[in-house]
């Protein structure tokens, strides 16, 4: 084999630290200074926007059709009516499934014959397939979506069967925006490899979900509600977190690859949160263990002190707007889809396939 001289010798960049993989519009994280702009917006403005028309920000110049956030809405509705029906035979295989599993398998079941524009589609389906996910793990029936309601509402309204509060609808819509597209994180990188080779927006999707589903990524926010429930006691906070890093385990919740301060996600969901009437006791408690975290993490590391994440207030917002903690991750890539299919549309539209190089380092043939 004859290996070329320059692949060998160049070094790698472990988890692709810094390489610039694609140019987006669509979003830009900066980690120095915690802030994140969305198409020329700051996160904190997108914290009053419907989540219907993020989509349009998100969308916008994607497709050849421009679509407003009033069309979004009222195609969703229908897109949402379009999956709820497909989904019926598939719900008896579900219940041996852990949710996000139960969810990775419908989402695979959209075909690529669908007529429905696909990004239109596949945002439809998440809360279509969660909420119906969450009832069948209690034994319920699926509830059928309203397709007059905007999206964020109708989401609530499977989940429990009655109109949600106008408080819990801007709750959920905040936290679907806020979580709407981040830069090249890993399950956006993974759609855009796998649009990069033409093979559609429901595998892109379905790809960027499996990568979202790992703990360090989007699995996180079901944990922090584990670690609270763990800690239990105020006196406990301390010797509870001392222990957990003894053994060398992460504070889920905290620490970013990016970020060098502050999360500015956390801090638009920390405000969304005490402005809710539910739970305040566990705010209050969460509250504590975060600044005793953020104590410790700053001991062990001074010069980067690791920062909270996105994902600890994430887990007390849909707390207590009604889902159930298993359910995280899904309502996780229902606010994630918007980016996902913005991504997947950019991409294809450079008609590039994404094939980078590897360093080898194993045997030379003699
Ligand atoms: N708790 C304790 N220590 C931590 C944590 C944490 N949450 N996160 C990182 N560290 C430590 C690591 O052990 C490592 O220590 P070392 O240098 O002594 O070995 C150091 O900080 C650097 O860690 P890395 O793994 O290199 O940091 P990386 O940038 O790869 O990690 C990540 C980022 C995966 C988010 C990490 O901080 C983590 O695992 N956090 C907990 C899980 C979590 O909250 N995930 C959600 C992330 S937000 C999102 O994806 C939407």
């Known amino acids: 084999m004859s290996a070329t001289p320059a692949l060998v010798g160049k070094s790698p960049a472990p988890g692709l630290d810094d390489v610039v993989a694609a140019e987006t519009m669509l979003s830009h994280v900066d980690g120095q200074a915690g802030e994140l702009v969305v198409r020329g917006h700051h996160l904190a403005e997108l914290a009053d926007w419907s989540f219907e028309q993020v989509l349009e920000l998100l969308w916008s110049g994607q497709t050849a059709v421009k679509i407003t956030a009033q069309d979004i809405r009222s195609q969703l509705g229908k897109a949402r009516l379009r999956t709820f029906e497909r989904m019926q035979l598939l719900l ?3 219940s041996a499934l852990t949710s996000v599993e139960a969810l990775r398998l419908l989402l695979s079941s959209l075909p690529d014959d669908e007529t429905t524009p696909h990004h239109i589609m596949a ?6 397939f969660a909420a ?5 793990r209690q034994e319920l029936a699926p509830i059928a979506p309203d397709a007059s309601l905007a999206h964020s509402a109708d989401f609530l309204r499977m989940l429990s069967g009655t109109l949600p509060s106008t408080e819990k609808v801007r709750a959920l819509d905040t936290y679907l925006t806020t979580v709407a597209d981040h830069g090249l994180n890993a399950s956006t990188f993974t759609a855009r490899v796998i649009a990069s080779t033409g093979a559609g927006l429901f595998s892109s999707v379905v790809g960027a979900l499996c990568a979202l589903k790992g703990p360090l990524h989007g ?3 079901g944990p922090v509600l584990d670690m609270l429930d763990a800690i239990g006691t105020e006196a406990e906070i301390e010797p509870w977190l001392l222990n957990a890093l003894g053994r060398g385990e992460r504070l889920m919740g905290f620490g970013h690859r990016i970020y060098r301060v502050r999360d500015p996600r956390a801090d638009v969901l920390k405000h969304t949160v005490s402005s809710l009437k539910e739970g305040s006791d566990r705010i209050a408690f969460a509250g504590k263990v975060e600044e005793a975290a953020l104590a410790l993490l700053k001991e062990k590391k001074p010069l980067r002190p690791l920062q909270t ?4 207030y994430t887990a007390l917002v849909l707390e207590a707007v009604g889902f159930p903690r298993g359910s995280f991750t899904n309502v996780f890539a229902a606010g994630r ?5 913005a991504h997947v549309l950019e991409q294809e539209r450079t008609g590039r396939l994404i094939r980078p190089q590897s360093r080898y380092i194993g045997p030379h043939p003699r």
């Not at 119906?132 to 069948?136: F, G, L, P, V």
């Not at 994440?309 to 600890?312: K, L, S, T, Y």
Request: overall charge neutral; hydrophobic content about 60%; aromatic content about 8%.
């Open 92 to 94: 008896p295989g579900l």
């Open 123 to 128: 945002v439809a389906a998440v809360p279509v």
């Open 132 to 136: 119906a996910i969450i009832r069948n």
């Open 219 to 221: 699995g996180a926010p």
């Open 309 to 312: 994440n996105v994902e600890f």
């Open 337 to 341: 889809m918007a980016g996902w299919t």
